[in-house]
C-alpha cells in the first residue's frame, strides 16, 4: 500500500478552481499548510475561522449542509463535537485549533453567514423554486408524472449520499433498497390493505430494516471491502427478488392495485391527480430532506462522521461504533426505500427487471457527480443527471453525421455518459459539482483516506 | 447418491473454476501490487473478447467493426483473432494503468472505486451500445463438439475443460517465470512489498504497476475468451464472473496467487454443487452463495485462507 509514506491524502477545502498544476487540480493531494481564503491553516495556528484549520489528526472539517448551521456544527472536526460533551475536549496536541472551535462557534456564525452567499446560489435557488412552482402548470400528465419521478429520485440519491459521504461506507448497491422500499410499500398497500401513509412509511421502515442488516457486515468490513461487497448484493438482487414472487411479484413483477386518489374538492381530472401526487411527493421529500439534515447535525449525525473520518477516534470519544454505523446504514437504507414506496404511486407497477446492478451504479455516480457530504449536493447530482439526459436525448437524435452520430448517440446512453463523468470528475471536481457553489462544501472523494494513514 | 453424477457435476465444474482462477488471478495481481480491486477488471475482459469476435465475425450487418475484418481480406481464424484481442486486451489495460489510475496514486480509495465503476459503466453501456445487449455465438477456443471428451470412471471430462486448465497452468508457470527471473519481476516484487524502498532503490514504481496492470488484463482477456464460447457473448456476461472471481480471490486472500488459484477451484465447484442439490438455489441464483461466502470470509478472516494478515496501525 502506498499509503503508508506517500503525502497524506488531506482533504483540504478551497481550491478546487485553481488551473494549473495536476497536484492542485487534485486538491485532496495539497499539503494541508497551504493557506485557504486566506485564512491562516496552519496547525497549531487556533484562528477565528475553524473551518480554515485542518487538524491533520482527528476528522476533516468539512460543511454538513445549510450555510447558516455549517459553520457551528458541521464544520468542526467531528471528534470536537462530541468532546464538547465531556467538558474540556480532549484532543490531540497536534490539533489545538479544536478548542477554538467549540468557543468561536458561536461567535462566527452570522459573520460566516454574510460572507457565504453567493449569487450563484441566490439564482439556483431562486432557479429551484420558479421550478417547482412553474412545472406542474405546464406541463402535460405525463411530463408532471416524469418529473416527480425526477424529485423522488433525489431521496435514492441522498440515501447513497448518507452512507458515503456521511457515514464512510461506499454504497454500490442502493437500487436495492429501492426497490425492497417499492415491494414491502406494495405489499403493505395491497396484500394488507394498509392506508397510503402507513404503506409508504413501512416501505421506508423495511428498506431501513434490511439496510440495518446490511450494515452488520459493514461493522468489520471496511472502505473497498464493503463496496465489493454492496456491488455484490446488487448484482444478486435481480436473481434473489425472481424467488421471492409473494413479494416482489417474481419475474413478471407486481403490479400496484390501490390507487392514491386525490379528494373531491381537489378536482379529478387526470392532470389534478397528477398535481396531488406531485404536491405530496414533494412534501415528503421536503420532509425527508429536512429529517435528514437534523440527523445529520444532531449528535448521531456528529458521531457517523466522526466514525467516517477516523473510527479508532471516534470510538475513544465514546461513539459506539456499532450502533452509529448501523444506524447510518439504516437511515441511508431508509431513504433509499422511501423514494422507492414515492414511485409505486406514481406508476402503480414495480418490478426487480427496473432494478439492474447498473442503476445501483448510476445511483452511486449520481450521488459523488452531484457532491458527497452535501444535502443539497443529492439535489444537484439529481439535476444534473436531468440535464445531461435531455442533452444526450438531443444529440442522440441528430442523425447522418457518421462517426460523430455515433458517437452522440452514445451520449443518449445514461450509463455511458455517467461511466465517463464519473472518472472525469475524479480528475477535475474531485469534491462533485456542489464545489463549484461553495468551495468548503462537499466532501472530497475521501471518506476513508484516513484509514490509510 | 448418482456417484458418477457427482463426478460428472465436479468435472463441468473445473471449467468454470478456471475461469475464475485466471480472473481472480488478475483481481489478486493488481491488489497485491497497489491495493485497490479492480471492479472493471471483467468489463475490460468482456471488451476484449468482443475485439476478437469483431475480428471474427466480418463484415455483418449490425456488427459494428466488422470492416476491419474485411479490410484485413477476410476473417481471421480463432486463435490469431483471439490472440490479437488478447494484446489488445493488454495494450488497454496498461494504457488505463497510465492515463487513468496513475495520476491518481496518492489518492483515497474512493477515488479508485469512482473511476473504475465509471470505467464498468461506460465499457458495459458502450458494448451494449455497440454490439447489441443479447448474447452473441462466440467460436470455442477448444475443440468442443460433442464427441470431444475423455471417459473416466463413467464421466466426461472435456476437451474445453482440459484446455481451460492447461492454459491457466501455463499462465501460472509464465507468471511465476517473470516474477521470479526477469528484472521487471523483480521489480515487480519489490514495489508489491514496498513501493517506497523499492523508488528508493531506483526502480520506477509508474511502470512497474503498469506492468501489473497489463499482466492483470492478459489474464481476464484470456478468461473472457475462453469462457465467451460457453456463456454467450455478452455485455454482462462477465458480471457474475466477477462476483465469483470476487469470491475466489477474498476466500483465498486477495494478496495470494495462490490463493486465487485455490479460491477458484473451490467457488467453482461450490457454484456447479450447491445449486444442484440444494432447489431454493437454482442455476441463476448460484451467485448468492458466492457472495455470502464473501461477506463470511471477510468477517471471520479478512485474511482469506492464505493472504497476509493485514495490522492496522492505530
Known amino acids: ?5 506517500w503525502p497524506t491524502p ?6 478546487d478552481d485553481d488551473a494549473g498544476a495536476e497536484a492542485s487540480v487534485f486538491a485532496v493531494f495539497a499539503p494541508p499548510e497551504t493557506e485557504i481564503h486566506g485564512a491562516p491553516a496552519g496547525a497549531g495556528d487556533p484562528g477565528p475561522e475553524p473551518e480554515a484549520d485542518e487538524p491533520a489528526a482527528t476528522a476533516t472539517p468539512r460543511d454538513a449542509d445549510d450555510p447558516v448551521e455549517t459553520g457551528a456544527l458541521g464544520a468542526q472536526p467531528a471528534a470536537a463535537g462530541l468532546s464538547v460533551r465531556n467538558g474540556p475536549p480532549v484532543t490531540p496536541t497536534a490539533n489545538p485549533p479544536v478548542g477554538g472551535v467549540v468557543d468561536a462557534g458561536g461567535a462566527d456564525r452570522g459573520v460566516r453567514h454574510r460572507r457565504r452567499i453567493s449569487p450563484l446560489r441566490w439564482a439556483s435557488a431562486a432557479l429551484l423554486g420558479v421550478w417547482l412552482v412553474a412545472m406542474p402548470l405546464t406541463s402535460s400528465v405525463t411530463e408532471l408524472r416524469q418529473n416527480t419521478q425526477i424529485i423522488v429520485m433525489v431521496l435514492a440519491v441522498l440515501g447513497v449520499n448518507v452512507a ?5 461506507m461506499i454504497s454500490l448497491g442502493h437500487g436495492v433498497f429501492v426497490a425492497v422500499g417499492a415491494f414491502a410499500a406494495a405489499y403493505a398497500v395491497d396484500d394488507l390493505a394498509l392506508p397510503w401513509a402507513v404503506s409508504i412509511l413501512a416501505g421506508a421502515a423495511f428498506a431501513g430494516l434490511v439496510g440495518a442488516l446490511v450494515g452488520l457486515p459493514a461493522l468489520r468490513i471496511k472502505g473497498i471491502h464493503l463496496a465489493l461487497v454492496t456491488l455484490g448484493l446488487a448484482i444478486v438482487f435481480q436473481p434473489l427478488a425472481k424467488r421471492v414472487p409473494a413479494f416482489s411479484g417474481g419475474v413478471s413483477g407486481r403490479a400496484v392495485g390501490a390507487e392514491l386518489v386525490p379528494p373531491s374538492w381537489f378536482g379529478t381530472t387526470r392532470w389534478a391527480e397528477g398535481l396531488y401526487r406531485y404536491l405530496i411527493c414533494l412534501a415528503v421529500v421536503g420532509l425527508a430532506m429536512w429529517v435528514t439534515y437534523n440527523v445529520i447535525n444532531s449528535r448521531p449525525g456528529r458521531a457517523m462522521r466522526a466514525v467516517r473520518d477516523n473510527d479508532t477516534a471516534a470510538a475513544v470519544h465514546g461513539v459506539n461504533l456499532v450502533a452509529s454505523r448501523v444506524n447510518t446504514f439504516a437511515v441511508s437504507a431508509s431513504l433509499a426505500g422511501l423514494a422507492g414506496a414515492l414511485g409505486i404511486i406514481l406508476v402503480p407497477f414495480t418490478s426487480q427487471e427496473s432494478f439492474p446492478f447498473q442503476e445501483s451504479l448510476v445511483l452511486y455516480a449520481t450521488a459523488v457527480l452531484g457532491g458527497l457530504g452535501s444535502l443539497w449536493g443529492s439535489v444537484l447530482g439529481v439535476a444534473i443527471r436531468e440535464v445531461f439526459s435531455r442533452i444526450g436525448e438531443l444529440l442522440g437524435g441528430v442523425s447522418g453525421l457518421g462517426p460523430l452520430g455515433e458517437f452522440l448517440r452514445l451520449l443518449d446512453e445514461e450509463q455511458f455518459v455517467f461511466g465517463m463523468l464519473l472518472v472525469a470528475l475524479t480528475f477535475v471536481f474531485p469534491r462533485g459539482l456542489i464545489g463549484l457553489f461553495n468551495r468548503r462544501r462537499g466532501l472530497p472523494v475521501s471518506p476513508s483516506s484516513q484509514d490509510r494513514t | 447418491m448418482d456417484v458418477v453424477l ?9 471449467f468454470n473454476s478456471a475461469i475464475y482462477s485466471s480472473l481472480a488471478l488478475a483481481l489478486v495481481i493488481i491488489f497485491r501490487s497497489t491495493g485497490l480491486l479492480n471492479f472493471a477488471q471483467g468489463e475490460m475482459a468482456t471488451f476484449s473478447a468482443y475485439i476478437a469476435f469483431v475480428l471474427l465475425a466480418g463484415a455483418a450487418p449490425g456488427v459494428k467493426g466488422g470492416g476491419l475484418a474485411a ?11 483471439i490472440g490479437l484481442a488478447v494484446i489488445i486486451g493488454i495494450g488497454a489495460g496498461a494504457a488505463t494503468e497510465r492515463v487513468l489510475i496513475r495520476p491518481l496514486r496518492n489518492a483515497p480509495e474512493l477515488a479508485m472505486v ?9 465499457l458495459n453501456s458502450l458494448m451494449g451500445q455497440w454490439w447489441g445487449t443479447g448474447p452473441r455465438i462466440f467460436p470455442p477456443f477448444f475443440p468442443s463438439s460433442p464427441g470431444d471428451h475423455i471417459d473416466i470412471a463413467g464421466a466426461r471430462i472435456r476437451y474445453s475443460t482440459i484446455g481451460a486448465w492447461l492454459v491457466l497452468l501455463a499462465l501460472l508457470l509464465l507468471l511465476a517465470l517473470l516474477l521470479r527471473y526477469t528484472r521487471a519481476g523483480l521489480a515487480f516484487r519489490a514495489v508489491s512489498i514496498d513501493p517506497v524502498s523499492a523508488a528508493l532503490n531506483g526502480i520506477r514504481v509508474g511502470p512497474t504497476l503498469m506492468y501489473g496492470w497489463a499482466l492483470a488484463a492478459g489474464l481476464g482477456a484470456i478468461a473472457a475468451n475462453m469462457s465467451a464460447n460457453s456463456v454467450l457473448l455478452e455485455p454482462t456476461m462477465m458480471v457474475r464472473v466477477l462476483v465469483y472471481a470476487f469470491a475466489a480471490a477474498t476466500l483465498g486472500g486477495l494478496d495470494s496467487p495462490k490463493g486465487a488459484l485455490v479460491g477458484g477451484v473451490v467457488v467453482g465447484l461450490s457454484q456447479t454443487l450447491i445449486p444442484a442439490y440444494v432447489p431454493f ?5 448460484s451467485v448468492l452463495p458466492a457472495l455470502v461466502a464473501m461477506v463470511v470470509v471477510l468477517i471471520v478472516r479478512p485474511a482469506g485462507l492464505f493472504g497476509t494478515q493485514r495490522i492496522e496501525r492505530v
Open chain 2, 6 to 14: 457427482l463426478l460428472q457435476r465436479i468435472f463441468d465444474a473445473l
Open chain 1, 10 to 15: 488531506m482533504p483540504r477545502p478551497g481550491d
Open chain 2, 114 to 122: 469512482n473511476v473504475t465503476i465509471g470505467i464498468l459503466l461506460a
Open chain 1, 1 to 5: 500500500m502506498s499509503g503508508d509514506d
Open chain 2, 281 to 285: 438455489i437454482g442455476f441463476e441464483l
Open chain 2, 71 to 81: 479490410w484485413i481480406g477476410a476473417p481471421l481464424v480463432t486463435p490469431v483473432a
Open chain 1, 164 to 168: 458515503t459521504g456521511y457515514g464512510g
